[in-house]
């Protein structure tokens, strides 16, 4: 029962994964390796936001929430779109063939990094438990996540941009980079349970991906 648990888990965590790098046509123009050197950046640009994290920022513990301290913080994630837009540099193709390639790459990282083990481990356990679920649901979040992200740089750093747009884009990477601190003072401030929050996390990154997906849209057929 416990292999079985485990199973659905891994396989509601890492077959999205698979499926989008098959019916995105990434396995078209072999682009395994491409992917792979986005996860190595991946690796380096977390190791140094822990640094600077861990150089400037102490942790948090208890007592009352650190607004100013937390929102800091999350402004080291604005290395993640440097290190995207490094990865979207390096290869050369279409606009959606990069994006694809350097939030793929990403996801997947930041997926074995951050949830391998404790779905290894916990999903095997003895007792079934809710939250290896969740980890797995929000694991697909993080992937569309990053495509979004991904796609709000590759707009931002086209040379022949309208002016019009890039107000709309600026406010879009601004949203999509304190989107987790946003959603963690609110729940904190709220005390919601572990499903509203997921289900409020879906919701905020479907909302962010439909604005990027229409910005996208109308930012490649005016340069068409």
């Known amino acids: 029962m416990t292999l079985f ?10 077959f999205p994964y698979f499926i989008t790098y098959k019916c995105s046509g990434l396995s078209e123009y072999n682009a395994f ?3 792979v050197q986005a996860g190595v950046t991946y690796l380096f640009v977390q190791l ?9 920022f102490p942790t948090w513990e208890g ?3 650190d607004f100013i301290g937390e929102f800091m913080k999350a402004s080291v994630d604005v290395a993640d779109l440097v290190g995207l837009n490094l990865v979207m540099s390096r290869n050369a193709g279409k606009g959606e063939y990069k994006i694809m390639v350097a939030a793929l790459g990403w996801a997947t990282a930041e997926l074995i990094m951050s949830r391998c083990i404790p779905l290894w481990v916990g999903a ?11 980890m797995s649901i929000d694991s697909n979040i993080s ?3 990053y495509i979004i992200a991904s796609a709000q740089v590759w707009m931002i750093t086209r040379y022949d941009l309208y002016h019009t747009f890039r107000p709309a884009v600026l406010l879009l990477m601004f949203l999509s980079v304190y989107k987790a601190f946003v ?22 990154t479907g909302l962010l991906a439909l604005s ?3 910005l996208y849209v109308a930012v490649v057929n005016v340069h068409s």
């Open 5 to 14: 648990h485990f199973g659905n888990c891994f396989a509601l965590a890492y």
């Open 33 to 35: 390796w491409k992917c």
């Open 48 to 56: 140094c936001k822990m640094l600077f994290l861990a150089t400037f």
């Open 63 to 65: 007592g009352i929430y």
């Open 124 to 134: 095997r356990g003895i007792e079934f438990d809710w939250k290896y679920i969740q």
């Open 143 to 145: 992937l569309v996540h």
């Open 183 to 204: 959603m963690e003072t609110f729940v904190h401030l709220c005390s919601l349970g572990s499903w509203t929050a997921l289900l409020a996390r879906a919701v905020v």
């Open 212 to 214: 990027t997906l229409a």
